[in-house]
């Protein structure tokens, strides 16, 4: 619920700074990459939260797929 509202934002054109935050955030969450948190207090205090709870998504998915598929490579639940 929470990261398919990032992923719509960060395809959006109504705000582009706070669009390129959402996509790089989501790739690093694809690539298991590093993110500057940083640049999370840069958006709205709404997409902000919508990045916490998106980040808690996240995390919660995966570690139910880590527990399900032990030693296989995570998936990726942004790009379904």
């Not at 995966?62 to 998936?75: D, I």
């Amino acid at each position: 619920m929470h990261l398919q509202a990032v992923f719509e934002k960060a395809h959006a054109t109504a705000n582009e700074s706070s669009a390129d935050i959402f996509r790089q955030l989501l790739d690093a969450l694809e690539h298991d990459a590093p993110f500057d948190l940083q640049q999370l207090y840069r958006l709205s205090y709404g997409d902000f939260d919508i990045a916490l709870n998106a980040l808690r998504e996240w995390r919660s998915q995966r570690y139910v797929w880590m527990l399900e598929h032990e030693g296989v490579q995570p998936w990726r639940s942004h790009l379904s």
